[in-house]
């Protein structure tokens, strides 16, 4: 019951956020902690946003300059963040922008849709199967509990939906005129492959990480493959699943006997294989000593002991049991510019467009009126637990 409890207060400051500048009777009593403009800054959006940010501090992903004193330094940033949001909220409002006939019939499809949602999920209390009344009545009741009609809680919703496209509206036009060009993109090429070279040759560690979270840094593979890898394939027999009946030992010594009779590593991983990465790896998996703590430890010391096209015997690893065969090189290489064209331009036109954002952002700050109250926030506290 907490955990509702506590979910709806968050959803209320979540979309209390941008729906309390549009002056709804849910938030007539909350306090101003600063303005941006015309727009109020309300206790509800700033303790939302502090919410989020204590959040993803407690999971490492903020690094502050005083991390003795957290609270301190978050409750800046919150109003940072929350003057960053609010901008072009204010702008909007300032310049007349509005939505079409068609975007606001999409506001209240969506406020319909985030309604249902949340009387969905209160099943997980009164039960699955529970009628629509019933689940009405009850999420009301919890709103009641809270100190908000369902009525408040509707407008705030549409407030904040109807915001955020106007939000989003000015900050297409602050990037309608970015665009990424020939001559930009391939100084970004020429730059990143000489870094790379740099880099990935002292350090071939952080070519293999840059394989794994490149889709979230930049959209672009690495440019540059340093020599030093090896490729290792592997016939994956996976551990049974809860309640599957498997004789892995009986398939593991099935395999072995075809590989002492001298049959093809390849066909029989073919036939055997249960590992899914097989297929984004068709050459096998890269491998050096200086990336063994990224694979399974067992995997990892029987691949660094493997001659040239040897084959391991059974590894027991948590995955389930494996062969291993060392197939070669990896050789040193480069992909050529016309072959990341198209990754090139994602990524240099969705830079042009934030440094566009960034720079409108700014332009506003110095047009904008920005006060804030710190004293006002001073005994805010969260409690993400």
């Known amino acids: 019951m907490q955990k509702l409890i506590r979910a709806i207060a968050l959803v209320l400051l979540a979309v209390m956020a941008l729906g309390a500048v549009a002056g709804c009777s849910a938030v007539n009593a909350n306090p101003v902690v600063g303005k941006v403009g015309d727009v109020d800054l309300t206790l509800a959006s700033y303790t939302s946003v502090l919410d989020g940010l204590k959040q993803y501090y407690d999971y490492g992903a903020i690094e502050l300059k005083d991390p003795d004193h957290p609270m301190e330094e978050l409750k800046q940033k919150a109003f940072d963040d929350l003057i960053d949001a609010m901008i072009p909220v204010a702008i909007a409002k300032r310049d007349g922008v509005t939505l079409t006939a068609e975007e606001e019939t999409a506001v209240t499809e969506e406020v319909e849709q985030q309604i249902q949602t949340s009387l969905d999920q209160t099943t997980q209390y009164i039960g699955e199967g529970a009628s629509e009344e019933a689940k009405t009545s009850y999420f009301k009741k919890q709103l009641r509990n809270s100190g908000y009609t369902f009525e408040q809680y509707k407008e705030a919703v549409s407030n904040d939906l109807r915001n955020q496209k106007l939000a989003e509206k000015v900050k297409a036009q602050a990037q309608a005129s970015a665009e990424a060009t020939e001559e930009v993109m391939r100084l970004w090429y020429d730059e990143e492959l000489k870094y790379e070279k740099e880099n990935y040759t002292k350090d071939i560690a952080s070519h293999f990480s840059m394989l794994k979270y490149y889709p979230y840094i930049t959209g672009v593979p690495p440019i540059y493959c340093p020599p030093g890898y090896i490729y290792i394939k592997q016939i994956l027999i996976m551990n049974p699943e809860e309640g599957e009946e498997k004789d892995v030992d009986a398939i593991v010594a099935e395999v072995q006997k075809k590989l002492d009779a001298g049959e093809d590593f390849d066909a029989l991983l073919a036939e055997y294989n249960e590992d899914e990465g097989a297929a984004a790896n068709p050459n096998g998996y890269l491998y050096n000593d200086a990336v063994a703590s990224e694979y399974d430890s067992a995997f990892s010391e029987a691949a660094s002991k493997l001659k040239e096209g040897e084959i391991s015997g059974p590894v027991v690893t948590q995955f389930g049991t494996c062969f291993l065969k060392r197939d070669g090189v990896r050789e040193e290489a480069e992909i050529p510019y016309e072959v ?46």
């Open 340 to 385: 990341l064209e198209e990754q090139i331009r994602e990524y240099t036109l969705k830079t042009a467009q934030e440094d566009a954002y960034t720079a409108a952002l700014e332009k506003w700050r110095g047009e904008l009126e920005i006060v804030t109250y710190p004293q006002r926030v001073a005994n805010v506290t969260v409690n993400n637990g």
